[in-house]
């Protein structure tokens, strides 16, 4: 995989989301444009991406075919996936594939700062950018949750992902992608006041994958809305 | 339904199954109708009859798969006021969840195993430590993984993929409040793998402990079987003020929702096992 560089032109950011994610084997429907970073989400990161310039990479009509899936098996959405990238550096800022249609259990994602407080508390801590791209491309991070994460990607109603610098319970940081699924079935919680449990509170998770070694490191439904 | 053509036409048929209590069959003239019993297997036949010729006979290998969800449970329960904290040493049991063995389902299953505090002032709240094993819906995969709950004013779970405990594998799981900042740490052999801080736990403390193995569908297998049973020891609870103690458990403490189904015995004041009676093969 090419490293970083900066992005000159609308081709070199289509390029550079393409080798990052391979979305261009799922759709021929590829177009770029350069803004500013506004209301960015990415917990500890919002505040250097805020007012960024960079390019939006957009993969339209995106049905998810991902490897370990059942032999046949289609994806029941039609998705659209932003890739942004950093303009400067070519660094990968975070992928959205965003839900446009009506849920009643749907909530937005928190905002950074109410979702770096929760994490926090948790001892969960992003440091920043990897400066070198993953190993792992972004349909490859998405299979590994597929077969060893919470949730299936194909069951998203939503999509966000980063590939970060990351930590938690003091571990040493690791470059990991961060993908969360948003309006999943909502999860069945133990315990027989289980499903008492809005479902709001459950019909997401966020996946931790090790770029390094291809594994899940965990599943959790924080930060809540 | 399944629809059978003998040559020569004008003959009959006749439909049976391997094993009528996976699959009955009923048949009208050429067609059969299956209907699933239960998960497993069996061999569904027909035999055509027809004037002139022996009887011919055609065969079909199906799998049935049922998972029927309403949660079930094993566990062991002790009413203390105050409860700040609880802990046991249990042996890691998989089993198998259903139609797991088919391989033919994308149902949501899953069974765990825990250390449970709860509250019940406002609605149920609770927090738990444990392991499990789960099949999320729409997928085929089966993960396994230790795991954090807390509800309280919010919701939240982590299920640690990376640090699921080894079958055969003895794990002391506990679960400590810090009261005074509503905060639970959760321990998994002495070390706090995670932590969980809402609201309601400033001003709650624990009233029920419990010990537990649940199913989510009648066919998951209960951890644990009557060979290799899912073995609590030394469980201990703590209230506010003082140090752990021994749980105390009596024989009217164990529980099972069917005991023809999941067995759950008393062993000492600190220990009992589970298992499941009919664990799928």
């Known amino acids: 995989m090419a490293g970083y560089h900066p992005l000159a032109s609308e081709a070199e950011a289509i390029e550079q989301a393409s080798h990052l994610t391979e979305l261009d084997t799922l759709t021929q429907t590829i177009a770029a444009r350069q803004l500013i970073i506004r209301d960015d989400r990415t917990p500890f990161l919002w505040r250097q991406f805020e007012g960024k310039p960079c390019w939006e990479v957009n993969f339209d009509g995106v049905s998810l075919r991902l490897r370990s899936a059942i032999s046949g098996f289609r994806d029941k959405y039609v998705r659209r996936f932003s890739v942004l990238l950093d303009g400067t550096t070519g660094q990968l800022i975070r992928i959205v594939s965003p839900f446009e249609g009506q849920d009643p259990d749907f909530r937005p994602q928190p905002s950074g700062a109410a979702a770096e407080a929760q994490l926090r508390g948790q001892d969960e801590i992003y440091e920043g950018l990897p400066p070198h791209p993953p190993r792992l491309t972004f349909l490859a991070a998405l299979d590994v949750e597929l077969t060893q994460g919470i949730g299936s990607p194909f069951l998203a109603k939503e999509i966000y992902a980063s590939y970060v610098t990351h930590s938690r319970a003091g571990a040493s940081p690791r470059a990991v992608w961060v993908i969360t699924l948003n309006g999943l079935p909502p999860m069945p919680v133990d315990g027989p006041f289980g499903d008492t449990v809005p479902a709001w509170q459950r019909n997401h998770m966020r996946n931790v994958v090790d770029d390094a070694t291809g594994r899940n490191l965990f599943g959790t439904n924080s930060p809540q809305p | ?281």
């Open chain 2, 1 to 281: 339904m399944i629809t059978a053509v003998g040559t020569p036409a004008g003959g009959t048929y006749s439909f049976s199954s391997s094993n009528a209590s996976r699959a009955s069959l009923s048949g009208t003239g050429d067609r059969g109708t299956i209907t699933a019993v239960a998960q497993g297997r069996a061999v569904v036949k027909v035999i055509y009859n027809v004037s002139g010729c022996p009887p011919c006979e055609a065969t079909v290998n199906t799998k049935i798969c049922t998972c029927t969800q309403g949660r079930k449970y094993s566990y062991m329960n002790v009413s203390k006021a105050s409860l700040v904290g609880a802990s046991c040493k249990i042996k890691t049991r998989y089993g198998t969840l259903c139609c797991e063995i088919e391989g033919c389902s994308t149902a949501d299953a899953f069974h765990a195993v825990y250390t449970n505090i709860s509250n019940n002032d406002s609605g149920l709240k609770w927090a738990q430590v444990g392991y499990s094993r789960r099949r999320n819906a729409g997928s085929a995969s089966i993960i396994q993984y230790r795991k954090a709950e807390l509800q309280g004013d919010r919701y939240f779970i982590d299920m640690n993929t990376a640090n699921a405990p080894a079958e055969g594998s003895v794990h002391e799981w506990k679960c400590e409040l810090d009261k005074a900042n509503g905060k639970w740490s959760y321990y998994d052999n002495g070390t706090a793998w995670i932590t969980y801080t809402d609201n309601f736990w400033k001003s709650h403390l624990g009233q029920v402990v419990q010990w537990v193995g649940e199913i989510l569908n009648k066919e998951d297998d209960m951890p644990g079987t009557s060979g290799e049973k899912c073995s609590f020891t030394e469980c201990q609870c703590k209230v506010d003020g003082a140090g752990y103690v021994d749980a105390g458990f009596s024989a009217a403490d164990a529980k099972s929702d069917d005991g023809s189904e999941w067995g759950c015995e008393r062993v000492s004041g600190t220990a009992f096992n589970i298992w499941d009676k009919n664990p799928n093969t």
